[in-house]
């Protein structure tokens, strides 16, 4: 144990090795906090998801659901070109929605999968995802991000009141607020659904535009 704590020290006491280490060390929290927001964001959807009976991406495919019959049509017949699998029929999807919906979220993924690979405009898929995600889990960290911005805008009022720079202090005390206004008002459920909406619609307008794009020529 002894030799192993003198090469720990060395190490270090080595120039390069004393930078690193802190390095490695914020990216491990960084990576850390990543992955505790993701696991907080997938909580709140399916917490969202059980609100809204279902993905706006799901819901797009019901035939239970209200919406355009023709769009749904268009948009069923090009997933079923794309991925090569067949969706429910209403007769099976009155007798098991639940089942009906597992199948929908798979041929969501799997057409999303294709899009990805050789789809027209997959960039804007991706972008609008990434805002998804994005939302979902600012969204659920909202209460912990609130308390630090109350913290530090409490810091800031103290600062502030103390400094010799008044001026720096105030315009530092103004972004406080304005980040604490986004958080309490614009973070919401809502927000999250808007987007989940968005991408499904960019979406639904990408896979029928890949599978027609992908039609032999008659």
């Given at each position: 144990m002894l030799p192993l704590l003198l090469f720990v020290l060395y190490l270090v006491n080595t120039p390069w090795v004393g930078i690193s280490i802190p390095a490695l060390g914020v990216v491990g929290i960084i990576s850390v906090a990543n992955e505790l927001v993701r696991g907080r964001g997938r909580l709140l959807q399916?917490?969202?998801?059980?609100?809204?009976?279902?993905?706006?991406?799901?819901?797009a495919l019901r035939h239970r659901d209200s919406g355009d019959t023709e769009s749904r049509r268009r948009l069923?017949?090009?997933?079923?070109?794309?991925?090569?699998?067949?969706?429910?029929?209403?007769?099976?999807?009155?007798s098991n929605p639940e089942q009906a919906d597992t199948r929908y979220r798979e041929a969501v993924d799997l057409a999303i999968s294709v899009i990805r690979r050789d789809g027209i405009d997959a960039s804007i898929v991706r972008h609008?995802?990434?805002r998804y995600g994005f939302r979902r889990n600012t969204c659920a960290v909202k209460g912990a991000a609130v308390g630090v911005i109350l913290a530090g805008l409490a810091v800031n009022a103290v600062v502030l009141f103390f400094t010799?720079?008044?001026?720096?202090?105030?315009?530092?005390?103004?972004?406080?607020?304005?980040?604490?206004?986004?958080?309490?008002?614009?973070?919401?459920?809502?927000?999250?659904?808007?987007q989940a909406e968005t991408f499904s619609n960019h979406l639904a307008r990408t896979v029928i535009t890949t599978a027609r794009a992908a039609r032999p020529a008659r």
């Open positions: 399916e917490r969202l998801v059980s609100e809204w009976d279902g993905l706006p991406t799901t819901r069923r017949e090009a997933i079923c070109q794309l991925t090569g699998e067949n969706l429910p029929t209403a007769a099976e999807e009155a609008e995802n990434a010799s720079v008044p001026l720096v202090g105030l315009v530092v005390l103004l972004g406080h607020i304005a980040l604490l206004l986004f958080w309490a008002f614009a973070v919401n459920d809502n927000w999250v659904k808007v």
